[in-house]
């Protein structure tokens, strides 16, 4: 976890679908009008491709996103309220639910 805190926690949930996801993640950072980067809880939400290798290797590194899979797909607003309560962690002012697409 970041030890800085972030006013907007962004959550995204990824099912089967990595490039949007990919586009959808580099549109935030370009377009970031905030003071400060926001943290982006990235959830794949049990995809049966490839999606979660992809998604790791392009986001292992980095500070900004928190990764992390749920073993199966519990569906739509169960993948979000799975970000959401990793979100609160970071004790963001806002938390926004985005789709990738």
């Not at 586009?23 to 370009?30: A, G, P, V």
């Not at 986001?59 to 569906?75: P, T, V």
Request: charged share 20%.
């Amino acid at each position: 976890m970041p030890s800085i805190k972030n006013e907007l926690a962004i959550v995204i949930v990824n099912y089967c679908n990595a490039q949007d996801t990919v586009e959808c993640i580099s549109s935030i950072f370009t377009n970031n009008e905030f003071s400060t980067d926001p943290i982006i809880i990235l959830i794949d939400n049990g995809s049966i491709d490839n999606s979660y290798d992809i998604l790791m290797n392009n986001y292992a590194e980095d500070k900004r996103i928190y990764l992390s899979r749920n073993e199966k797909n519990l569906g739509f607003s169960a993948g979000f309220n799975s970000g959401i309560k990793i979100a609160k962690l970071f004790d963001p002012d806002w938390i926004f639910l985005l789709n990738n697409d």
